[in-house]
């Protein structure tokens, strides 16, 4: 029902019943590209972004994504209308703290997506919250502007210093853990950037949550 732009990436809405209702945060969807006479036979995995339950014609999913190869390509093609094969919600979500403690949540690139719905039922239960977001470039940042909006600090990170601070995203990490007392980590992104937050986490004595896409 939907496909924009979004800086270096695409933001699509499918509407989708009966996925909404059971997705938590961390969920992702497994979407079939390529058409039938497709020789592309494996489905592309994709966190799930944002959803919205219910409405007259059923509920909505939503999902950021960048072209890396033909599969995604043939997705970013994709029009109003059209009809498209998917599985959800799939995966492991995030588990929520069972008492209000602080948390921060790390993203690289488009894996910010789906640590927003995270923010909003990390907040929901009392919990405060503090985003990294960082990229390559300040045109692959993603949800900077939600961030602040959902969060009680962002820190922007690019590899090139055109936005915020450069360098990686997790070179404040432990400097923020440490000034907001965080119990929790959440991260979302690239391997080696997740296996720089487990690290991190492990030095400053937090519980270390990973979304990962292999």
Request: proline fraction near 6%.
């Amino acid at each position: 029902v939907g496909l924009r732009r979004t800086g270096a990436y695409h933001h699509l809405t499918l509407l989708a019943p009966g996925i909404p209702e059971a997705t938590r945060p961390g969920h992702f969807v497994a979407i079939a590209v390529g058409g039938e006479g497709s020789g592309m036979l494996l489905r592309r995995a994709f966190s799930i972004h944002r959803v919205t339950p219910g409405g007259p014609t059923g509920g909505t999913v939503e999902v950021v994504f960048a072209t890396h190869g033909k599969g995604t390509r043939w997705l970013a093609d994709r029009r109003r209308g059209d009809k498209l094969d998917v599985i959800g919600p799939l995966g492991r979500p995030f588990t929520l703290p069972r008492e209000p403690v602080a948390c921060v949540l790390v993203a690289g690139g488009y894996g910010a997506a789906p640590l927003f719905m995270l923010s909003e039922a990390l907040r929901a239960r009392g919990c405060r919250v503090d985003m990294i977001l960082g990229a390559a470039t300040e045109d692959r940042l993603f949800g900077v502007l939600e961030a602040k909006r959902s969060s009680a600090s962002v820190t922007v990170t690019t590899d090139d210093g055109s936005a915020g601070l450069r360098g990686r995203v997790t070179d404040p990490l432990a400097e923020i853990v440490r000034a907001s007392d965080a119990d929790v980590i959440y991260a979302c992104g690239p391997m080696a950037m997740l296996a720089s937050v487990a690290a991190v986490a492990a030095d400053t004595g937090a519980h270390s949550q990973c979304a990962v896409e292999e």
